[in-house]
Each structure stands twice: as C-alpha cells, then as structure tokens.
Nanobody, 115 residues
Framework: QVQLVESGGGLVQPGGSLRLSCAAS????????MGWYRQVPGKKRELVAL???????LYGESTKVRFTISRDNAMNTVYLQMSSLKPEDTAVYYC?????????WGQGTQVTVSS
C-alpha cells in the first residue's frame, strides 16, 4: 500500500520559514518526479516545485526565488524549504510522487502565514 506522509506545516509569521517533508513508502517501481503543489479554497491546485531523480528542478513562478526543493533518493523523501513566507503562501500543500506513470498524492498539510 502506497503511503505519502507529509509533515512540517503550521502557522508562521510573514517573513518566516518552514520546511515540509514527504516520505513515500510502499512504492515498488522506480520513483520519477517528486514535487509539491498547493491549493486554496475555490482555486485550482498549483505547482510549487518539482525535482527529478537527477536533481533537475522546476518551480512555480511565485515560488522560484523563495522556495527550495530537494530529495533524498535513498529515503524516498522530498523536502520543501520555504523562506520569506508571505500571507499569499497560505494554502494546503500536497506532496506528489510519480512512479511508472502513476501519480500518488499525500493527504495535504496546512501552511498558514499570518501575524
């Protein structure tokens, strides 16, 4: 059974930092892209960042300067370091893992940026 366990969300003040983690288990095939998306009520889920097995990275337009994605292939874990957080970064953040053309999603973790 595939499981993606996310952690690290919470409440942070504007300008602060958070680090999200997502550990994948139960995936028997090769893990390809690993990434993060976010969603606010009433809006489409949007890309935050993706990383390939070789380390190539793709960022969403609003996050490419302030966020850094990384992965530990041995641990099947992907991280998202978020800095200089803004109130508009408030959303539910979802981890996604692709393996053998199948996409697996985490349950989501809430990030709230507020003073």
């Amino acid at each position: 059974q595939v499981q993606l366990v996310e952690s690290g969300g919470g409440l942070v003040q504007p300008g602060g930092s958070l680090r999200l983690s997502c550990a994948a288990s139960g995936i028997t095939g090769r893990i390809d892209g690993m990434g993060w998306y976010r969603q606010v009520p009433g809006k489409k889920r949007e890309l935050v960042a993706l990383v390939t097995p070789s380390g190539a990275r793709l960022y969403g337009e609003s996050t490419k300067v302030r966020f850094t994605i990384s992965r530990d292939n041995a641990m099947n874990t992907v991280y998202l370091q978020m800095s200089s957080l803004k109130p508009e970064d408030t959303a539910v953040y979802y981890c996604k893992v692709r393996s053998n053309d199948d996409d697996y999603w985490g349950q989501g973790t809430q990030v709230t940026v507020s003073s």
